[in-house]
Protein backbone atom coordinates (compact mmCIF):
# COMPACT_ATOMS: atom_id res chain seq x y z
CA UNK A 1 0.00 0.00 0.00
CA UNK A 2 1.34 3.25 -0.94
CA UNK A 3 1.35 5.56 2.21
CA UNK A 4 1.28 9.32 2.03
CA UNK A 5 4.40 11.18 2.54
CA UNK A 6 5.16 11.93 5.89
CA UNK A 7 4.86 14.44 8.69
CA UNK A 8 7.57 16.56 8.83
CA UNK A 9 6.69 18.16 12.40
CA UNK A 10 7.32 14.95 14.02
CA UNK A 11 10.23 13.66 12.50
CA UNK A 12 12.98 15.51 14.42
CA UNK A 13 16.16 13.76 13.85
CA UNK A 14 17.79 11.91 11.56
CA UNK A 15 16.98 8.74 12.36
CA UNK A 16 13.45 9.40 13.03
CA UNK A 17 12.94 10.37 8.94
CA UNK A 18 14.88 6.48 9.05
CA UNK A 19 11.45 5.07 10.59
CA UNK A 20 9.35 7.34 8.22
CA UNK A 21 11.53 5.91 4.92
CA UNK A 22 11.52 2.21 6.11
CA UNK A 23 7.58 2.71 6.37
CA UNK A 24 7.27 3.38 2.76
CA UNK A 25 9.93 1.53 1.23
CA UNK A 26 10.16 -1.90 0.13
CA UNK A 27 11.84 -3.96 2.02
CA UNK A 28 14.14 -4.75 -0.80
CA UNK A 29 14.79 -1.20 -1.71
CA UNK A 30 15.46 -0.06 2.35
CA UNK A 31 17.87 -3.07 2.81
CA UNK A 32 19.98 -1.55 -0.56
CA UNK A 33 20.18 1.83 0.77
CA UNK A 34 20.85 0.57 4.59
CA UNK A 35 22.95 -1.63 4.23
CA UNK A 36 26.94 -2.22 4.43
CA UNK A 37 29.93 -4.99 3.32
CA UNK A 38 30.04 -8.08 4.81
CA UNK A 39 29.51 -8.01 8.50
CA UNK A 40 28.42 -4.10 7.72
CA UNK A 41 31.57 -3.27 10.96
CA UNK A 42 32.90 0.20 9.10
CA UNK A 43 28.81 0.96 8.50
CA UNK A 44 28.65 0.35 11.89
CA UNK A 45 32.42 2.18 12.27
CA UNK A 46 31.35 5.78 10.61
CA UNK A 47 28.86 6.75 12.81
CA UNK A 48 29.84 5.10 16.27
CA UNK A 49 33.44 6.99 16.07
CA UNK A 50 32.00 10.28 16.42
CA UNK A 51 31.12 9.17 19.78
CA UNK A 52 35.21 9.16 20.58
CA UNK A 53 35.05 12.81 19.68
CA UNK A 54 34.85 15.93 22.28
CA UNK A 55 34.00 19.33 21.23
CA UNK A 56 35.79 21.60 24.03
CA UNK A 57 33.38 24.57 23.81
CA UNK A 58 34.49 28.05 24.37
CA UNK A 59 32.19 30.49 26.92
CA UNK A 60 31.18 33.70 26.34
CA UNK A 61 32.01 34.33 22.52
CA UNK A 62 29.36 36.26 20.48
CA UNK A 63 27.55 33.63 18.35
CA UNK A 64 24.26 36.04 17.91
CA UNK A 65 24.86 35.50 14.42
CA UNK A 66 26.69 32.27 13.18
CA UNK A 67 28.20 32.50 9.70
CA UNK A 68 28.01 29.17 7.97
CA UNK A 69 28.17 30.11 4.49
CA UNK A 70 31.24 29.09 2.42
CA UNK A 71 32.27 27.89 -0.96
CA UNK A 72 33.44 24.28 -2.28
CA UNK A 73 36.14 24.50 -5.70
CA UNK A 74 34.88 28.24 -5.57
CA UNK A 75 30.83 27.94 -5.77
CA UNK A 76 28.99 29.28 -2.86
CA UNK A 77 27.35 26.89 -0.37
CA UNK A 78 25.23 28.09 2.27
CA UNK A 79 26.16 25.73 4.72
CA UNK A 80 28.95 23.04 4.22
CA UNK A 81 26.54 19.80 4.25
CA UNK A 82 26.32 18.85 1.14
CA UNK A 83 24.61 15.79 -0.71
CA UNK A 84 26.72 12.83 -1.42
CA UNK A 85 25.97 10.53 -4.96
CA UNK A 86 23.98 7.70 -4.31
CA UNK A 87 21.85 5.49 -6.41
CA UNK A 88 18.86 5.11 -7.44
CA UNK A 89 16.57 7.54 -6.44
CA UNK A 90 13.62 6.74 -8.16
CA UNK A 91 13.07 3.52 -5.72
CA UNK A 92 12.42 6.31 -2.98
CA UNK A 93 9.98 8.16 -5.14
CA UNK A 94 8.88 8.33 -7.93
CA UNK A 95 10.20 12.24 -8.87
CA UNK A 96 13.99 10.78 -7.21
CA UNK A 97 17.24 12.78 -8.09
CA UNK A 98 15.01 15.56 -9.78
CA UNK A 99 13.61 15.99 -6.06
CA UNK A 100 17.20 15.99 -4.87
CA UNK A 101 18.07 18.41 -7.13
CA UNK A 102 15.33 20.90 -6.27
CA UNK A 103 15.65 20.41 -2.91
CA UNK A 104 19.44 20.95 -2.41
CA UNK A 105 19.04 23.93 -4.48
CA UNK A 106 16.77 25.37 -2.73
CA UNK A 107 18.76 25.37 0.49
CA UNK A 108 21.57 26.78 -0.82
CA UNK A 109 23.49 23.24 -0.63
CA UNK A 110 25.27 21.09 -3.41
CA UNK A 111 23.86 17.78 -5.31
CA UNK A 112 26.82 15.44 -6.34
CA UNK A 113 24.59 13.54 -8.99
CA UNK A 114 25.70 9.97 -9.19
CA UNK A 115 26.33 7.69 -12.80
CA UNK A 116 23.81 5.11 -11.50
CA UNK A 117 21.35 7.64 -11.23
CA UNK A 118 17.62 6.71 -12.22
CA UNK A 119 17.32 9.96 -14.17
CA UNK A 120 19.62 11.07 -17.03
CA UNK A 121 22.15 14.03 -15.86
CA UNK A 122 20.30 16.25 -18.05
CA UNK A 123 17.04 15.92 -16.26
CA UNK A 124 18.79 16.62 -13.48
CA UNK A 125 20.44 19.68 -14.50
CA UNK A 126 17.22 20.89 -15.65
CA UNK A 127 15.68 19.97 -12.35
CA UNK A 128 17.23 22.89 -10.50
CA UNK A 129 18.83 24.91 -13.76
CA UNK A 130 20.83 27.47 -11.74
CA UNK A 131 22.37 25.47 -8.98
CA UNK A 132 25.96 24.15 -8.78
CA UNK A 133 26.26 20.80 -9.19
CA UNK A 134 28.44 18.17 -9.47
CA UNK A 135 28.42 14.73 -11.38
CA UNK A 136 30.03 11.77 -9.84
CA UNK A 137 32.05 9.15 -12.35
CA UNK A 138 32.50 5.76 -12.51
CA UNK A 139 35.11 4.65 -14.98
CA UNK A 140 34.14 1.76 -17.17
CA UNK A 141 36.42 -0.43 -18.51
CA UNK A 142 34.81 1.47 -22.44
CA UNK A 143 36.78 4.74 -22.10
CA UNK A 144 34.95 5.84 -25.06
CA UNK A 145 32.09 5.61 -23.31
CA UNK A 146 33.24 7.22 -20.12
CA UNK A 147 34.39 10.10 -22.43
CA UNK A 148 30.68 10.47 -23.43
CA UNK A 149 29.71 11.08 -20.28
CA UNK A 150 32.67 13.47 -18.95
CA UNK A 151 31.35 15.21 -22.30
CA UNK A 152 27.72 14.80 -21.30
CA UNK A 153 28.32 16.45 -17.73
CA UNK A 154 29.99 19.56 -19.25
CA UNK A 155 27.53 19.94 -21.74
CA UNK A 156 24.74 19.93 -18.69
CA UNK A 157 26.55 22.67 -16.43
CA UNK A 158 28.00 19.73 -14.27
CA UNK A 159 30.99 22.39 -12.15
CA UNK A 160 33.39 19.07 -10.98
CA UNK A 161 33.75 15.40 -11.66
CA UNK A 162 34.10 13.26 -8.51
CA UNK A 163 35.76 10.13 -9.43
CA UNK A 164 34.68 7.49 -7.26
CA UNK A 165 38.16 5.66 -6.88
CA UNK A 166 36.68 2.64 -3.82
CA UNK A 167 35.00 0.73 -6.24
CA UNK A 168 36.87 -1.39 -8.40
CA UNK A 169 34.52 -4.05 -8.00
CA UNK A 170 31.29 -3.77 -5.77
CA UNK A 171 31.70 -4.83 -2.16
CA UNK A 172 29.49 -7.64 -0.72
CA UNK A 173 25.89 -6.25 0.69
CA UNK A 174 24.80 -9.93 2.08
CA UNK A 175 21.20 -7.96 2.26
CA UNK A 176 21.48 -7.38 -1.62
CA UNK A 177 22.83 -10.88 -2.50
CA UNK A 178 20.06 -12.56 -0.33
CA UNK A 179 17.48 -10.33 -1.89
CA UNK A 180 18.30 -10.84 -5.81
CA UNK A 181 18.04 -6.83 -5.52
CA UNK A 182 17.14 -5.52 -8.74
CA UNK A 183 15.53 -2.57 -9.92
CA UNK A 184 11.81 -2.41 -10.13
CA UNK A 185 10.06 -2.92 -14.01
CA UNK A 186 10.40 0.73 -15.29
CA UNK A 187 13.84 1.67 -13.34
CA UNK A 188 16.65 2.11 -15.41
CA UNK A 189 20.12 3.82 -14.77
CA UNK A 190 19.03 6.45 -17.35
CA UNK A 191 22.91 7.47 -18.07
CA UNK A 192 23.61 4.20 -18.98
CA UNK A 193 21.37 2.84 -20.88
CA UNK A 194 23.42 2.52 -24.58
CA UNK A 195 25.75 0.45 -22.46
CA UNK A 196 23.87 -1.87 -20.22
CA UNK A 197 24.03 -5.70 -20.66
CA UNK A 198 21.16 -7.06 -21.94
CA UNK A 199 20.82 -10.08 -19.50
CA UNK A 200 20.76 -7.94 -16.31
CA UNK A 201 18.68 -9.64 -14.94
CA UNK A 202 19.95 -12.92 -15.21
CA UNK A 203 21.69 -15.07 -12.77
CA UNK A 204 21.34 -15.10 -8.61
CA UNK A 205 22.25 -12.34 -6.58
CA UNK A 206 22.63 -8.58 -6.89
CA UNK A 207 22.05 -7.22 -10.30
CA UNK A 208 24.21 -4.38 -9.23
CA UNK A 209 27.06 -6.81 -8.23
CA UNK A 210 26.89 -8.25 -11.85
CA UNK A 211 26.05 -4.50 -13.60
CA UNK A 212 29.93 -2.99 -11.98
CA UNK A 213 31.73 -6.63 -12.47
CA UNK A 214 30.97 -5.90 -16.28
CA UNK A 215 31.34 -2.49 -16.79
CA UNK A 216 33.36 -0.67 -14.17
CA UNK A 217 37.23 -0.85 -14.49
CA UNK A 218 39.24 -2.69 -12.01
CA UNK A 219 42.42 -1.63 -13.47
CA UNK A 220 42.02 1.88 -13.57
CA UNK A 221 45.40 3.18 -11.82
CA UNK A 222 46.81 6.73 -10.50
CA UNK A 223 48.44 6.86 -14.15
CA UNK A 224 44.78 6.55 -15.79
CA UNK A 225 43.56 9.51 -13.68
CA UNK A 226 45.40 11.52 -15.66
CA UNK A 227 43.89 11.01 -18.83
CA UNK A 228 40.39 11.63 -17.03
CA UNK A 229 41.41 14.54 -15.41
CA UNK A 230 42.83 15.92 -19.48
CA UNK A 231 39.54 14.97 -20.31
CA UNK A 232 37.62 16.76 -17.72
CA UNK A 233 39.18 19.55 -17.86
CA UNK A 234 38.19 22.36 -17.27
CA UNK A 235 36.23 21.02 -14.79
CA UNK A 236 37.98 20.00 -11.53
CA UNK A 237 38.47 16.48 -10.23
CA UNK A 238 37.84 15.64 -7.05
CA UNK A 239 38.62 11.40 -5.92
CA UNK A 240 36.40 10.40 -3.71
CA UNK A 241 36.91 7.18 -1.60
CA UNK A 242 40.43 8.53 0.01
CA UNK A 243 40.94 6.91 3.48
CA UNK A 244 45.21 7.45 3.62
CA UNK A 245 47.83 9.82 3.81
CA UNK A 246 49.80 8.70 0.36
CA UNK A 247 46.94 8.38 -1.46
CA UNK A 248 45.62 12.20 -0.74
CA UNK A 249 48.72 13.01 -2.13
CA UNK A 250 48.92 10.52 -5.30
CA UNK A 251 45.79 12.27 -6.14
CA UNK A 252 46.77 15.88 -5.94
CA UNK A 253 49.94 14.34 -7.69
CA UNK A 254 47.91 12.90 -10.60
CA UNK A 255 45.52 16.03 -11.44
CA UNK A 256 43.07 15.91 -8.97
CA UNK A 257 41.96 19.04 -7.49
CA UNK A 258 40.79 18.06 -3.82
CA UNK A 259 39.98 14.61 -2.28
CA UNK A 260 36.98 13.19 -0.50
CA UNK A 261 37.62 11.14 2.23
CA UNK A 262 34.95 8.16 2.01
CA UNK A 263 34.43 4.25 2.49
CA UNK A 264 31.29 4.74 0.44
CA UNK A 265 29.49 4.78 3.19
CA UNK A 266 31.06 1.22 4.38
CA UNK A 267 29.46 -0.48 1.38
CA UNK A 268 33.12 -1.30 0.33
CA UNK A 269 35.55 -2.83 2.56
CA UNK A 270 34.59 -4.39 5.34
CA UNK A 271 37.26 -3.50 7.96
CA UNK A 272 38.04 -0.30 6.69
CA UNK A 273 38.35 2.69 9.09
CA UNK A 274 36.12 5.05 9.95
CA UNK A 275 36.23 8.33 7.98
CA UNK A 276 36.15 10.38 10.92
CA UNK A 277 39.42 8.63 12.18
CA UNK A 278 41.07 8.75 8.90
CA UNK A 279 40.43 12.70 7.78
CA UNK A 280 43.04 13.70 10.33
CA UNK A 281 45.82 12.42 8.46
CA UNK A 282 44.47 13.50 4.86
CA UNK A 283 44.42 16.60 6.18
CA UNK A 284 47.93 16.77 7.42
CA UNK A 285 48.78 14.94 4.54
CA UNK A 286 47.25 17.78 2.00
CA UNK A 287 48.16 20.59 4.26
CA UNK A 288 47.30 23.69 1.97
CA UNK A 289 47.24 21.97 -1.57
CA UNK A 290 43.43 21.47 -1.37
CA UNK A 291 40.36 20.78 -0.04
CA UNK A 292 39.02 18.24 1.73
CA UNK A 293 35.90 16.79 1.63
CA UNK A 294 34.55 14.04 3.94
CA UNK A 295 31.30 11.49 4.41
CA UNK A 296 30.18 8.79 6.13
CA UNK A 297 28.29 8.28 9.43
CA UNK A 298 26.94 11.86 9.71
CA UNK A 299 23.52 12.30 11.20
CA UNK A 300 23.58 15.04 13.37
CA UNK A 301 24.94 19.00 13.30
CA UNK A 302 27.32 17.46 16.12
CA UNK A 303 28.83 15.14 13.87
CA UNK A 304 29.23 17.92 11.24
CA UNK A 305 30.82 19.85 13.31
CA UNK A 306 33.40 17.54 14.67
CA UNK A 307 34.22 16.99 11.15
CA UNK A 308 34.87 20.42 10.00
CA UNK A 309 36.38 20.88 13.39
CA UNK A 310 39.34 18.02 12.03
CA UNK A 311 39.77 20.20 9.00
CA UNK A 312 36.88 19.04 6.64
CA UNK A 313 35.91 21.97 4.28
CA UNK A 314 32.42 20.37 4.28
CA UNK A 315 30.78 17.26 4.93
CA UNK A 316 28.49 15.14 2.46
CA UNK A 317 25.58 12.70 3.72
CA UNK A 318 24.32 9.99 1.90
CA UNK A 319 21.63 7.77 3.53
CA UNK A 320 20.05 11.10 5.81
CA UNK A 321 19.01 12.08 2.33
CA UNK A 322 17.41 8.85 0.91
CA UNK A 323 15.46 8.79 4.25
CA UNK A 324 14.37 12.38 3.55
CA UNK A 325 13.15 11.55 0.02
CA UNK A 326 11.18 8.33 0.76
CA UNK A 327 9.23 9.70 3.72
CA UNK A 328 8.35 13.18 1.64
CA UNK A 329 10.21 13.58 -1.58
CA UNK A 330 11.64 16.97 -2.11
CA UNK A 331 10.14 18.26 0.92
CA UNK A 332 11.52 15.14 3.33
CA UNK A 333 15.01 16.19 1.43
CA UNK A 334 15.22 19.78 2.50
CA UNK A 335 13.58 18.51 5.77
CA UNK A 336 16.62 16.72 6.49
CA UNK A 337 19.08 19.13 5.17
CA UNK A 338 17.20 22.06 7.35
CA UNK A 339 17.44 20.07 10.14
CA UNK A 340 21.24 18.99 9.83
CA UNK A 341 21.93 23.28 9.06
CA UNK A 342 20.27 23.92 12.28
CA UNK A 343 22.08 21.63 14.33
CA UNK A 344 25.39 22.30 13.10
CA UNK A 345 24.78 26.28 13.83
CA UNK A 346 22.98 25.00 17.23
CA UNK A 347 26.52 23.16 17.89
CA UNK A 348 28.62 25.49 16.65
CA UNK A 349 26.78 28.47 18.89
CA UNK A 350 27.05 26.38 21.83
CA UNK A 351 30.64 25.44 21.07
CA UNK A 352 31.71 29.12 20.57
CA UNK A 353 32.31 29.15 17.41
CA UNK A 354 30.34 32.30 15.49
CA UNK A 355 31.81 31.04 12.48
CA UNK A 356 33.79 28.25 10.48
CA UNK A 357 36.97 29.00 10.81
CA UNK A 358 36.70 29.35 14.57
CA UNK A 359 35.56 25.74 14.40
CA UNK A 360 39.48 25.20 13.30
CA UNK A 361 40.58 26.50 16.48
CA UNK A 362 41.33 23.77 19.02
CA UNK A 363 37.68 22.54 19.63
CA UNK A 364 37.66 18.90 18.76
CA UNK A 365 40.14 16.59 20.69
CA UNK A 366 39.86 12.56 20.76
CA UNK A 367 38.55 11.37 23.84
CA UNK A 368 41.39 9.40 25.60
CA UNK A 369 40.08 5.42 26.12
CA UNK A 370 40.15 4.65 29.54
CA UNK A 371 42.51 2.40 30.49
CA UNK A 372 42.68 -1.08 29.04
CA UNK A 373 39.44 -1.00 26.89
CA UNK A 374 39.61 -1.07 23.34
CA UNK A 375 38.31 2.30 21.98
C1 LIG B 1 22.27 3.56 -1.40
C2 LIG B 1 23.62 4.15 -1.67
C3 LIG B 1 24.05 4.28 -2.97
C4 LIG B 1 25.29 4.85 -3.23
N1 LIG B 1 25.67 5.04 -4.53
C5 LIG B 1 26.86 5.65 -4.79
C6 LIG B 1 27.23 5.94 -6.12
O1 LIG B 1 26.50 5.67 -7.06
N2 LIG B 1 28.43 6.53 -6.31
C7 LIG B 1 29.28 6.85 -5.28
O2 LIG B 1 30.38 7.38 -5.50
N3 LIG B 1 28.92 6.60 -4.00
C8 LIG B 1 27.74 6.03 -3.74
N4 LIG B 1 27.38 5.81 -2.45
C9 LIG B 1 28.25 6.28 -1.33
C10 LIG B 1 27.90 7.71 -0.95
O3 LIG B 1 28.31 8.63 -1.93
C11 LIG B 1 28.55 8.13 0.37
O4 LIG B 1 29.93 7.89 0.27
C12 LIG B 1 27.97 7.43 1.59
O5 LIG B 1 26.59 7.21 1.46
C13 LIG B 1 28.25 8.27 2.83
O6 LIG B 1 27.83 7.62 3.97
P1 LIG B 1 26.42 7.87 4.70
O7 LIG B 1 25.39 7.17 3.89
O8 LIG B 1 26.65 7.25 6.04
O9 LIG B 1 26.21 9.37 4.77
C14 LIG B 1 26.14 5.24 -2.16
C15 LIG B 1 25.69 5.09 -0.84
C16 LIG B 1 24.44 4.55 -0.59
C17 LIG B 1 23.98 4.43 0.84
Not at 152 to 171: C, E, H, N, Q, W
Not at 177 to 186: E, I, Q, T, W
Not at 194 to 207: F, I, M, N, Q, V
Request: aromatic residues 6%.
Amino acid sequence: MIQPPAQLSSLVTVDDYEVAARERLTPMAYDYYRSGADEEHTLRRNRDAFARYELWYRTMVDVSSPRVATTVLGDDVAFPILVAPTAYHRLACAEGERATARAAAELGSLYCASTLATTTLEDVASAAPDAARWFQLYVHKDRDFTARLLARAKAAGYRAIVVTADTPVLGRRCADVRNGFCLPDGLVMENLVDALPPDLREGAGSELARFVASRHDPAFVWSDLVAIAAQAAPLPVVVKGIARADDARRALDHGARAVWVSNHGGRQLDLAPATIDALPEVVRAVGDRCEVYVDGGVRSGTHALVALALGARAVFVGRPVLWGLAAAGAEGVAGVLTLLRDELIRAMQLAGCPDLESTRDDVVRRRLAPAGSFP
